[in-house]
């Protein structure tokens, strides 16, 4: 009898938190779209020369190309940092998982990325040559390090964000660009230049693009059940 | 009509013989007034000296500065691993050992004019330049600690170049010749308040272009243009919003060899400034050289510097607009750069021995070459 009782409580509690779950996720939607190159010409990668560093050459078999403007063949411009400027309210936890950018090959990987405010950084070296990281933040506090061997360094940073230069001085063809927000929806346009921000809840808002080369963007959504799934941000255009 | 100044040369320099140069007259006959390995020590110095100016050059001009990012130590050694092989921290760590090096030569320099000199204020001359030395050091490594903090890059600029004309100054008060010119009375010429006046304006023209050449160079303004000589395909660059935003798609499409940075209006404003300079400078050195060439065409203590500066000015214009067109290559840039400190220095040589050897007359040149003030005024 003492079985069946506990058997039906756990059922219970189990139905509860389904219930829950699934007003939860009612409640949610995603945003999604994709960010689009509106110029003339697409704009061709330059070559990296990394001949500067001898180390550096050797890591690659192949030519390297820049990657401050991908733009693909459906007119998608990759990496343009997607993020909710404006409309959320409350306080967000701060993600225990560790945000991350590595060196290797002699360059930076992510290219662009996004980062809570107080979430930990991790900037990682696997390169077996010299780097320095060189964070030129504005508002957040600037930092120089070295990284002559690989290993890794953790850092966090107080304030929102957007456009957080990192450069390697050592090797100038390598740069990487931070974005810190107070919320956790944001997204990086893929190499189609599609993104997608999950879970937002229902509302009215003022989604952002950043583009390193092309600049700001900013559109004002409403969110509903469904979610959006057709938000273009247009760059390049005259 | 122009006073042919010459004509009364013999007059005005009572211990020189003929109306030859005062510097050469004096250097032969008064070889031992000066010593002369202390003169032969600071030349060496200056031109080393030039060697570090070009190393610093390199740096900016291959964005290294920060490629040590710690001092005085480099990656916590005095020796990194592997230093050598890595373009931008050879170029950094490269430019602090000689820099060590010429720190180590500039006390030798003290010590050894505190011994041997016996003039107080070549002494003076001497610390200053240690001084100079010391704190250019100093402005230095908190470039590096404060991350290229730009009035502290600027100064690092500026203080390398007036450490250069140190370094020529004491190379040139401590010659036999000078020593000798002491002994020699100044000559006497109307146009010599002109001729200090134009050595003044030229020293201070150079030196504000070469702030506008810091400036530029350390707000990352160099590629600010792309074109010349117009600036956008016009005369003056347009900075407006709209415009800004046109340049910066078009640079996209450049045939440059490396990706050039995003420019806003006050990086081409800075970038415009700097060309502006380069006719300023222009104005003055023709300025200069007129009045030297003019008044003084015989006194090679001045006409020999003064065609090395207009010479250099050409190679610099030539130089200036080959480093925009070539989308600021590391090693043009760098020789623009080393270019612009020996026309500083050599102005400043050139004022120098301007002040030595010429005053304003007070009537008695003037008298005795027979020429009327009028005339020569005219």
């Known amino acids: 009898m003492n079985l069946t009782k506990t058997s039906y409580l756990k059922a219970l509690a189990i139905a509860s938190g389904l219930i829950f779950a699934l007003s939860t996720t009612a409640n949610a939607a995603d945003v999604g779209g994709m960010a689009k190159f509106t110029g003339s010409d697409k704009p061709k990668r330059k070559v990296v020369k990394m001949d500067a560093d001898p180390k550096c050459a050797a890591m690659h078999d192949s030519k390297v190309g820049s990657v401050n403007v991908l733009v693909a063949k459906n007119r998608g411009i990759q990496n343009v940092f997607v993020y909710v400027k404006d409309g959320l309210s409350g306080e967000f936890d701060v993600p225990a998982e560790h945000a991350k950018i590595t060196q290797i090959g002699c360059m930076y990987e992510p290219h662009v990325f996004g980062i809570q405010v107080g979430q930990t950084l991790d900037i990682v070296s696997e390169d077996n040559t010299l780097h320095n990281i060189n964070c030129q933040a504005k508002v957040n506090a600037t930092f120089n390090f070295g990284q002559p061997t690989p290993g890794t360094r953790e850092k966090?940073?107080?304030?929102?964000?957007?456009?957080v230069k990192f450069k390697c001085d050592v090797h100038p063809w390598m740069s990487a660009y931070?974005?810190?927000?107070?919320?956790?929806?944001?997204?990086?346009?893929?190499?189609?230049?599609?993104?997608?921000?999950?879970?937002?809840?229902?509302?009215?808002?003022?989604?952002?693009a950043w583009h390193e080369v092309f600049g700001d963007a900013e559109s004002t959504v409403t969110v509903g059940a469904d979610g959006v799934s057709d938000l273009t941000f247009e760059f390049g255009g005259e | 009509m122009p006073l042919n100044l010459n004509d009364s040369l013999p007059q005005s320099l009572p211990e020189s013989s003929s109306a030859e140069s005062p510097s050469k007259s004096s250097a032969r006959s008064d070889s031992d007034a000066s010593p002369t390995a202390l003169h032969r020590?600071?030349?060496?110095?200056?031109?080393?000296?030039?060697?570090?100016?070009?190393?610093?050059?390199?740096?900016?001009?291959?964005?290294?500065?920060?490629?040590?990012?710690?001092?005085?130590?480099?990656?916590?050694?005095?020796?990194?691993e592997g230093w050598f092989h890595i373009d931008n921290v050879r170029a950094e760590h490269g430019h602090r050992m000689i820099a060590g090096a010429i720190g180590l030569m500039t006390a030798g320099l003290l010590i050894w004019t505190l011994m041997r000199e016996k003039r107080r204020w070549v002494k003076i001359m001497a610390a200053v330049t240690a001084g100079?030395?010391?704190?250019?050091?100093?402005?230095?490594?908190?470039?590096?600690?404060?991350?290229?903090?730009?009035?502290?890059?600027v100064v690092h600029a500026l203080l390398g170049q007036t450490f250069f004309c140190l370094t020529i100054l004491m190379a040139l008060f401590t010659s036999p010749s000078w020593s000798a010119s002491?002994?020699?009375?100044?000559?006497?010429?109307?146009?010599?308040?002109?001729?200090?006046?134009?050595?003044?304006?030229?020293?201070?023209a150079i030196f504000l272009q070469l702030l506008m050449g810091a400036l530029m160079r350390h707000t990352d303004s160099g590629t600010a243009i792309v074109d010349f000589p117009?600036?956008?395909?016009?005369?003056?660059?347009?900075?407006?919003?709209?415009?800004?935003?046109?340049?910066?798609?078009?640079?996209?499409?450049?045939?440059?060899?490396?990706?050039l940075p995003n420019v806003t209006a006050s990086m081409i404003l800075i970038h415009y400034l700097h060309r502006l300079g380069a006719l300023m400078v222009l104005a003055a050195?023709?300025?200069?050289?007129?009045?030297?060439?003019?008044?003084?065409?015989?006194?090679?203590?001045?006409?020999?510097?003064?065609?090395?500066?207009a010479s250099l000015l050409i190679l610099q214009i030539m130089l200036g607009i080959w480093t925009v067109l070539s989308f600021n290559q590391p090693w043009v840039t760098t020789a623009h750069v080393a270019t612009g400190a020996l026309i500083?220095?050599?102005?400043?040589?050139?004022?120098?021995?301007?002040?030595?050897?010429?005053?304003?007359?007070?009537?008695?040149?003037?008298?005795?070459a027979g020429v009327d003030p009028e005339e020569s005024a005219a």
């Open chain 1, 156 to 163: 966090s940073f107080r304030k929102p964000e957007i456009g």
């Open chain 1, 178 to 208: 931070m974005n810190v927000v107070d919320n956790p929806f944001y997204a990086v346009t893929d190499k189609t230049g599609a993104f997608s921000i999950t879970g937002l809840p229902e509302g009215e808002y003022t989604i952002g």
């Open chain 2, 41 to 80: 020590y600071a030349i060496v110095l200056a031109c080393c000296t030039l060697l570090l100016v070009v190393a610093g050059g390199n740096v900016t001009s291959k964005d290294a500065g920060l490629s040590v990012p710690d001092w005085p130590l480099s990656y916590g050694r005095f020796m990194p």
């Open chain 2, 132 to 153: 100079a030395v010391i704190v250019q050091a100093v402005v230095g490594g908190m470039s590096v600690l404060l991350s290229r903090y730009l009035p502290m890059t």
């Open chain 2, 182 to 204: 002491a002994r020699i009375a100044q000559l006497e010429a109307p146009a010599a308040g002109r001729l200090r006046l134009a050595c003044i304006v030229l020293v201070a």
């Open chain 2, 230 to 259: 117009l600036a956008y395909g016009r005369v003056i660059p347009a900075l407006d919003e709209a415009s800004i935003k046109k340049i910066n798609m078009d640079r996209l499409y450049l045939d440059s060899p490396q990706v």
């Open chain 2, 285 to 309: 050195v023709g300025w200069m050289h007129m009045v030297v060439m003019r008044n003084f065409p015989k006194l090679t203590a001045l006409t020999i510097p003064a065609m090395i500066v």
């Open chain 2, 344 to 368: 500083l220095g050599c102005s400043v040589f050139l004022s120098a021995q301007a002040f030595r050897y010429v005053r304003p007359a007070a009537g008695g040149v003037t008298a005795a």
